[in-house]
């Protein structure tokens, strides 16, 4: 088997930071998420989701709180910070203007 | 944003650090959730449960990984690797722990060392002011030319207070005196101390009194009509238990009644270094301790006695200060041309008056500290070479972790923390020493009147130091055996752990290390003799005069108001008294006697038949007041000429007698007895020499032969005086016989000192320099022995590398007594560059100290050829053994030895 595309760097990190900024989420429900939005383009090996995870928690962006599910099962909820907000806004922005830049320069090249 | 930041992060990485536990078991609990979902998943897509728990562990790409990943993520590896290293350190230096506990019990004594040497330069330099920013504070000094550091009088205090611009507030104090306080009316009066301010002085140096308040301005207006008191907190603690009701209570001071208007508070021990006063009194009350009936405090412009500090102003800098009170000195000059002629002034600030020229214990004490420092190298150097050998057994340990893919910084890190570990126990170990060197010298009493106060402490400051110590230690004896032993080269390092890969290059440092241990012994050995010879020395030249069968007592009128005529009749009838008594052989009055514990007046004077320098007005000399039975008593022998006679009263000629280095340096080659002097200056008061006495050691045993001039007491009336009585037998017997006597001429006078002369001098002469020579000594033998136990080491330890190489020089051929030779060369260079260093050093520590501390008379040569022999010996028996074993071993044995 074929290890999916990896991501561009950093991308997972908006990734993560946007499916988060829409309702808090644990672990397994991110990885779901992550494949149902993008209809399976984008593949994230779900070994380095919960690095990923660690280190926004780490840098303050997103903040975990352990919490029962609907199965009633204690499991880790990953929510937005106030940080990560602002984080959010200037990785899209980021994003924004890169991929506009990019698309311009593909085009370019089929003229 | 950082501050955003931070708010966020640093809980996490506390929690981090201290919950690791509970951040693990959720690290599980998280995945495991992760993978119970994954396995669902995998059940229902068909799969057996089996293989969907084989699948999803798949799935996440090595779970161990991902996990070391996250731990990553926590970003405290530093320190968990830090933790990591430490224990895996106190493990590796448990296995060898004869090693370790020879480097921790070396570092403990270098560090020790250094610390109390750091408390005592902290203590008698270093440590500012009791008062609120202390930096500005500087003091102001009359400058003469022998003396830089002088008092000024009251009028100069004022007129420099009024001319000056820089200073929030310029404050004048009187030296510490003593004063007789009694509680009440009736009670005899105690000796304490107590010292003269300006009004301004709590308020200008910003010290807030504990309890009631400081001196008001008018307090300090008029001579003798506020007899206020401020009392210090020691004192305030001791003689009242902390009552806060003692504001607005009277004492009594030397018979004066004072209101007690305020304490100070236990921040302000006072600006005095070695004592703290029990009283402040305002200058106006300055008639409590006139000393001179001569001179008027309040109007003389030469009674010099008040020292006089300023508080820079903000924005003032120390250079305006110095040129404006230049500008001030010059107009007394111009103004008062017969008292200020030659006299200056200058700012000094708060080190520069504490590392003054014409005193000697703070000089003592940058010695120590700096022999102190050398036994800290000394420990360090030792602790390098046994860990250089050390690192050199593992090297085969470090091959494989470097082949393996550890980082060299990451192993220089493991290795220097193992070092660290090794100085925080000497650091440990260091403070208990110390804590003992520092009790050592709270041990000595010292027999003055007022309690002596020892700064030396152990305060957070002191702690700081060794802390700093034990750190800079760490990486001086760590790094380089760290860097060395890293820099294995692997393909050897992993074939053999025996063989010395690079040779040239450690070699080297070692033998670098030998050179400076022998270098740095040497001159702490070379230190320490040379201090211990100048001592004893000293005290036994110190024989000029009879020490035994003495007692001696101190006492001041002034403190039951005696006026002059009063304490002129008293001392007249104290003498006849005592010398009337059965079991004394003599009697006699001095104001300090040869290496009391007083300081001796000084005479100003211009020598007849002596041609003075064009620039000078008078020279001066030492002296001392005393009577008709001092010389007798003290046993101070009258070479030529006569000493001091009844018959040298007030309205007799006036006299004087002078020792042999005063004649010698004045009348060289004529005969003294019959010259002149006149006090002053060239019109001032004629005096006749009528004696020449022999010149003894006044102050210390170790001085040079100093001027010395005696006047009688009956010509030059002073209050305070010390009796000197010579006894038949034990002088304790006279004690009570004296106490009698003194009764019955007063019973409130108070009696101070009284105990025997050869108590004071055994403490002034002998054991108080002999305790700080005995430390030192003591340096000089850990220093010694550190250094023959690090240089046998080092010696023996290059012999056994070498150990292959001598067998296969005795296999071709060569002789055990090439192989000594061969061994003992190498050793016996090494020390000789060791011993020329460490006999530069020596000689220039030996000028430094001979110029600065005391006089033991040019280049030590009996030092010298004490020490260098018995260095080389050591060395060279360092050196003989390993080699020695060497050249025995079978040649077959050695070419396998690894």
Redesign the interface.
């Known amino acids: 088997m074929s290890k999916p595309t990896d991501l561009v760097q950093g991308t997972l990190d908006l990734l993560l930071l946007k499916i988060l900024a829409l309702e808090p989420l644990?672990?397994?429900a991110i990885?779901l998420r992550l494949k149902s939005i993008s209809g399976d383009v984008l593949q994230v090996?779900?070994?380095?989701l919960?690095?990923a995870l660690?280190?926004l928690?780490?840098?303050?962006w997103i903040?975990a709180e352990?919490k029962q599910t609907e199965n009633n099962?204690?499991?880790?909820f990953y929510s937005l910070?106030?940080?990560g907000r602002k984080q959010l806004e200037s990785e899209t922005a980021n994003w924004t203007r890169l991929s506009a830049a990019i698309t311009r320069i593909v085009h370019l090249s089929e003229v | 944003m950082w501050l955003e930041r931070w708010w966020f992060t640093v809980p996490l990485r506390v929690r981090s650090i201290f919950r690791g536990g509970q951040l693990e078991r959720e690290l599980d609990e998280e995945l495991q959730f992760h993978l119970d979902h994954k396995i669902e998943e995998g059940i229902a897509k068909g799969l057996s449960m089996e293989e969907a728990r084989r699948a999803a562990l798949r799935s996440m790409d090595g779970l161990e990984q991902r996990k070391e990943e996250m731990r990553d993520a926590r970003r405290i590896h530093w320190l968990t690797d830090f933790l990591d290293d430490t224990r895996y350190a106190i493990r590796s230096l448990r296995r060898s722990s004869g090693l370790s506990a020879f480097v921790v019990i070396t570092l403990a004594l270098g560090i020790g060392m250094s610390a109390a040497g750091f408390s005592m330069v902290d203590g008698l330099i270093l440590r500012p002011y009791p008062v609120p920013h202390p930096a500005d504070v500087v003091s102001l000094v009359s400058t003469s030319r022998d003396d830089a550091f002088g008092d000024f009088s009251y009028r100069e205090y004022l007129d420099i207070r009024r001319q000056t611009k820089s200073y929030d507030g310029v404050v004048a104090s009187g030296a510490m005196q003593t004063v007789g306080f009694s509680a009440n009316a009736g009670a005899t009066p105690r000796v304490r101390g107590g010292m003269l301010v300006s009004a301004n002085y709590f308020r200008v140096l910003g010290v807030e009194p504990q309890l009631g308040r400081g001196f008001r301005d008018d307090e300090d207006q008029v001579a003798g009509r506020d007899a206020v008191v401020v009392l210090g907190r020691d004192f305030w603690n001791h003689e009242f238990g902390g009552d806060p009701s003692v504001v607005g209570r009277t004492v009594r001071l030397n018979g004066i009644d004072f209101t007690a208007i305020g304490v100070a508070p236990e921040s302000f021990p006072g600006l005095l270094i070695f004592s703290r006063p029990d009283f402040y009194i305002p200058l106006a009350m300055e008639r409590l301790f006139s000393t001179s009936p001569q001179k008027d405090f309040f109007e003389d412009r030469d009674d010099r006695q008040l020292s006089v500090k300023g508080r820079l102003k903000a924005g003032a800098t120390l250079q305006q200060a110095r040129s404006e009170l230049a500008v001030i000195a010059q107009n007394f000059e111009r103004e008062y041309p017969k008292i200020n002629r030659d006299r200056g002034a200058a700012v000094r600030t708060q080190l520069e008056m504490r590392t003054r020229d014409d005193q000697t214990e703070w000089k003592f004490i940058v010695v120590f500290a700096v022999l102190a420092i050398a036994v800290l190298s000394v420990a360090c150097t030792n602790v390098a070479g046994l860990l250089l050998s050390r690192a050199q057994t593992r090297t085969r340990e470090i091959a494989v972790r470097l082949a393996m893919g550890a980082g060299r910084f990451r192993l220089v890190r493991m290795l220097l923390t193992e070092t660290l570990v090794l100085a925080c126990l000497g650091g440990l170990g260091g403070v208990g020493v110390a804590y003992g060197a520092i009790r050592f010298f709270h041990t000595l009493s010292i027999p003055t009147e007022l309690p002596t106060f020892i700064p030396f402490q152990l305060d957070a400051r002191v702690l700081i130091a060794s802390v700093a110590l034990s750190m800079v230690s760490a990486v001086a004896c760590g790094m380089a055996p760290a860097l060395q032993g890293t820099r294995a080269d692997l393909v050897n390092g992993l074939k053999a752990s025996g063989v010395d890969a690079s040779g040239r290059k450690r070699l080297w440092s070692r033998n670098a290390l030998v050179v400076a241990q022998v270098a740095m012994s040497l001159m702490l050995l070379t230190a320490s003799f040379l201090m211990m010879r100048g001592f004893h020395h000293g005290v036994a030249a110190a024989a000029g005069f009879a020490k035994d069968h003495l007692l001696m007592s101190g006492f001041d009128p002034r403190l039951v108001q005696y006026n002059a005529a009063q304490t002129q009749r008293f001392y007249q009838h104290l003498v006849e008294r005592v010398r009337a008594t059965p079991g004394v052989q003599s009697a006699g009055l001095t104001r300090n006697p040869p290496l009391g514990l007083g300081e001796f007046g000084r005479i100003a004077f211009v020598p007849d038949d002596f041609q003075m320098p064009r620039d000078r007005e008078n020279f001066t000399s030492s002296m001392d007041t005393v009577d008709d039975g001092f010389f007798e008593t003290m046993g101070v022998p009258i070479l030529r000429g006569r000493g001091i006679l009844r018959s040298d009263t007030a309205d007799a000629p006036r006299v004087a007698v002078v020792n042999e280095q005063f004649a010698k340096h004045y009348w060289l080659g004529a005969d003294p007895v019959g010259k002149h002097i006149r006090l002053d200056g060239r019109t001032g008061a004629s005096i006749e020499v009528v004696g020449v006495a022999r010149t003894v050691t006044y102050r210390q045993t170790t001085e040079r032969p100093t001027d010395f001039v005696y006047v009688p007491l009956a010509q030059h009336p002073n209050p305070r005086m010390i009796l000197l009585v010579r006894s038949a037998g034990d002088p304790h017997q006279l004690i009570d016989p004296l106490k009698d006597i003194v009764r019955s001429l007063d019973a409130n006078l108070p009696m101070s000192d009284t105990r025997t002369y050869e108590d004071v001098y055994r403490y002034n002469a002998v054991e108080g320099p002999g305790a700080g020579i005995e430390i030192v000594a003591v340096m000089g033998a850990v220093g010694l022995v550190l250094a023959i136990a690090g240089l046998y080491g080092l010696v023996a330890y290059t012999v056994s590398r070498r150990t292959r190489e001598i067998g296969i020089r005795m296999a071709v051929g060569a002789a055990p007594s090439d192989v000594l030779r061969l061994v003992m060369s190498t050793g016996l260079v090494l020390v000789g560059i060791g011993t020329a260093i460490g006999l530069a050093m020596g000689f220039t520590l030996e000028q430094v100290m001979n110029s600065t501390l005391f006089n033991a008379g040019g280049v030590d040569i009996a030092a010298y050829l004490m020490v260098v022999p018995s260095m080389f010996l050591i060395t060279m028996l360092a050196a003989y053994v390993p080699a020695r074993r060497a050249s025995r071993i079978a040649p077959t044995e050695a070419l396998r030895y690894e």
Do not use: D, F, I, V
């Not at chain 1, 090996?45 to 380095?48: L, P």
């Open positions: 644990h672990g397994w990885s090996s779900e070994g380095s919960y690095p660690h280190k928690e780490q840098e303050g903040k352990w099962r204690r499991a880790k910070t106030r940080l």
